[in-house]
Each structure stands twice: as structure tokens, then as C-alpha cells.
């Protein structure tokens, strides 16, 4: 065994641990005061940086993807593109399709924008970032708020947990009219294809516990110009420019 993966084990069994300490009511209100402070700044932090970046899509995929790998190249064009046609790009900030986007959306000066999440493996953001839009987390739930409060779409390339934490999260904020009902695009039908087959067979047919309607939230496509043209269609629907 590794001696990081020892670590990793070691910091899990820690914080199992640690949730059935006994805790006096002095070390309870001193502690959870100060997750309270840290995430009301977290929230500060994310809302004064943002607030004025403009239109944005964000980007999600694998952290694990390596630079010479097909979706990364994918994500590095589709950046890109959205920033050539006056979108913004955010990211989780992180290496791999993370690092692929900020990477296709400076090439062509566009807005570069990294919401990083402080991780015992991933503790600072990939280079390629504005260094004034870059905001770390030690939060999650904080992190996501960023990412669906100031994005008008997201595309998902393959991914792993976390991609699909996100993803689920925006499905599940359109579905219940929590956010807008913007664009979603799972780029590589041959990675998302199982998923949405479950999806369609399961959790509809079997068992309806969605609507039919609900499979109209996503987008399958397999390459950047796909995924950037469902993104233009949609807001010219809406008679909707970017405005920078």
C-alpha cells in the first residue's frame, strides 16, 4: 500500500472517529461558530468575485484526464469556441478537463474562472486561470451554489464521482424550478450512453420516479462544435446575446 493512500486511510478513519467523540457544549459552540464564520466568507468571497464575471457556462469532467487523452482535446476546443462566440468559462480549477477548459478559454483571452476545492491530493489551481477569478473552497455545497448561481449552461464531459455529483445537481435544481432551466451537454455518447439508458429504463419506465419530460433537461453530443451550437440555440431562442 502506498504511503498516500495510508494517509488517505488514516484521515478517513480519523474523521470516523472524530464523529463519535463526546463533545462539551464550550467545544461544540466554539467549533461549529467558526464553520459557520468560514462558510459565511466562503459564500462572500464567491459572491464579490462573480457577481460581475457575465455570462458563463461551466465546464465539469474528470480530473483524471491526461493531456494527451482525447476528451481533453474536447474540452480544450469546446472552451474555446464558447469563449469565440461570448461566453465565460468556469471550472472546479483542478487539473485534467478542468485544466483543459481554463486552458481553451485563455488561449482566446476569455474570462477563465476556477472554483477549486482544497483536497488532500489537489490543493491549488491549474495555471491557466484568472488569477483575480480564482476562489478556493473547503466547502462542496458552497463550491456548487458558484457554479449554478452564475452559469447560464453546463457542459459535462466523462468524469468520475464528482462529475456526476454536479451534474445530478443541475438536473435537480432545473427539474424543481430552483434555477433556470438552462442547457445541459454530456459530450461523448459512447461514455453517457449507459447512464441515460438507466436512466430511461429505470428510473422512467420501471419505476417512474421521473417524468418523461425530465430526459428534455439533458443533451447527448460527441464533439465541441455540437456542444457549443446547442448552447448558441438555446439563448437564440430567447432573443439572448452575450454582452461582452
Known amino acids: 500500500m502506498s504511503s498516500r493512500f495510508e494517509n488517505f486511510e488514516e484521515k478517513r478513519e480519523e474523521k470516523i472517529r472524530k464523529a463519535f467523540k463526546e463533545r462539551d457544549w464550550n467545544e461544540i459552540k466554539s467549533t461549529d461558530s467558526w ?66 477548459a481554463n486552458k481553451g478559454a485563455a488561449s482566446e483571452n476569455g474570462r477563465s474562472v476556477g472554483l477549486c476545492i482544497k483536497l488532500p491530493f489537489e490543493a491549488k489551481g491549474n495555471i491557466y486561470i484568472d488569477p483575480d477569478k480564482m476562489i478556493m473552497f473547503d466547502y462542496f455545497f458552497v463550491r456548487k451554489v458558484m457554479f449554478t448561481k452564475y452559469s447560464q449552461g453546463f457542459v459535462v464531459l466523462p468524469g ?32 453517457w450512453s449507459g447512464l441515460m439508458d438507466w436512466i430511461k429504463s429505470t428510473l422512467l419506465e420501471q419505476y417512474n420516479y421521473i417524468n418523461a419530460e425530465d430526459l428534455d433537461l439533458f443533451i447527448l453530443v460527441d464533439d465541441a462544435t455540437e456542444a457549443v451550437k446547442v448552447i448558441d440555440d438555446f439563448y437564440s431562442k430567447y432573443l439572448l446575446t452575450p454582452n461582452y
Open 35 to 100: 464553520v459557520i464564520f468560514k462558510v459565511i466568507s466562503e459564500f462572500v468571497e464567491g459572491f464579490e468575485k462573480l457577481s460581475k464575471i457575465g455570462p458563463c457556462v461551466s465546464v465539469f469532467g474528470s480530473a483524471r484526464t491526461p493531456a494527451d487523452h482525447p476528451h481533453y482535446k474536447v474540452a480544450e476546443e469546446l472552451s474555446a469556441k464558447l469563449v469565440r462566440h461570448g461566453y465565460g468559462v468556469i471550472t472546479g480549477g483542478g487539473p485534467g478537463i478542468m485544466e483543459a
Open 160 to 191: 468520475g464521482f464528482g462529475t456526476l455529483d454536479e451534474l445530478f445537481e443541475a438536473m435537480t435544481l432545473i427539474q424543481t424550478i430552483k434555477i433556470g432551466r438552462f442547457p445541459i451537454v454530456l459530450v461523448g455518447k459512447e461514455y
